[in-house]
């Protein structure tokens, strides 16, 4: 949707109004063409001074998102919408793995080291384990929309080299190297852009992201790798078909597996 900035507002207070007003811009609640209120106003409806709220506007100004003219106010600008994928929340493996072979990736470090203990205790590591720990961004259309920090087992990862990671997706190279992955494990939360997750997505600094993080399995159990995603949520979105199913007070919803049904032509 909109380009960041690598900064935000000197100060908490307008860090936050900043933030406020951009999420309302981007959501459509201040639309294009409109004028947002008056300095006095805005300071009064946050409880805040009227300094935070020119600091505020001047980073919106920074990124293109409102223009202000004096005697008339701080107008908000008409924003190209920029190319953006969704993923049904059902199927997100399948187009996770066909993600990989629509858009570029940019790989950013690659070293063999001791995993986290999270990560270890969540791929069933014994104690001393080595991992391979690679962080790239993937773009769409140029623009940066994911950043990916995966680990796998050393003697799993040594099956690929740096360049073939910066150029095939992971997935392909684990089955290549011999994993038969058989399930994976997943969880959605949301999280800050950290400076350096911000500068490589090309957004602000505590900017909310998506957070994906998975587990994944061979047949026999053993975890072959873990990802720590993070996306852009107006360049990514998760989307999810549900149905009603069932009879009386049992009657519920339930997710749709694979693409909805198309309906007929009358």
Avoid at 18 to 23: A, V
Avoid at 107 to 130: H, K, M, N, S, T
Wanted: charged content about 20%.
């Amino acid at each position: 949707m909109l380009e960041r900035t690598q900064f935000l507002p000197e100060g908490g207070k307008a860090r936050r109004v900043y933030l406020l007003l951009r999420g309302e811009i981007g959501a459509g609640a201040l639309t294009p063409g409109a004028f947002l209120p008056g300095e006095q106003r805005l300071a009064a409806q946050h409880g805040v001074s009227r300094v935070t709220v020119r600091r505020a506007l001047a980073a919106l100004e920074a990124e293109g998102l409102v223009e202000r003219n004096a005697g008339r106010g701080t107008l908000v600008r008409e924003v190209p919408a920029p190319q953006s994928l969704a993923g049904d929340f059902t199927t997100l493996m399948p187009q996770i793995a066909e993600m990989g072979q629509k858009t570029e990736a940019r790989l950013l470090a690659f070293a063999y080291q001791a995993p986290p203990p999270a990560v270890a205790a969540a791929l069933g590591l014994a104690p001393g384990a080595r991992v391979q720990r690679a962080v790239r961004v993937r773009l769409l259309g140029g623009a940066p929309f994911s950043h990916l920090t995966t680990h796998v087992p050393e003697e799993i990862a040594q099956a690929y080299s740096e360049a073939d990671l910066a150029a095939t997706p992971l997935f392909r190279l684990l089955e290549r190297g011999g994993a038969r992955i058989e399930s994976a494990q997943q969880s959605v939360s949301a999280t800050l852009a950290t400076p350096d997750v911000a500068e490589a997505l090309g957004v602000s600094v505590g900017a909310a992201l998506i957070a994906l993080e998975r587990v994944v399995r061979d047949a026999e159990g053993r975890g072959v790798e873990h990802l720590a995603a993070l996306y852009r949520p107006d360049l990514f979105r998760l989307e999810m078909t549900l149905t009603r199913v069932g009879a009386g007070p049992d009657r519920h919803w339930e997710p749709v597996i694979g693409p909805p049904p198309r309906s007929e032509a009358p």
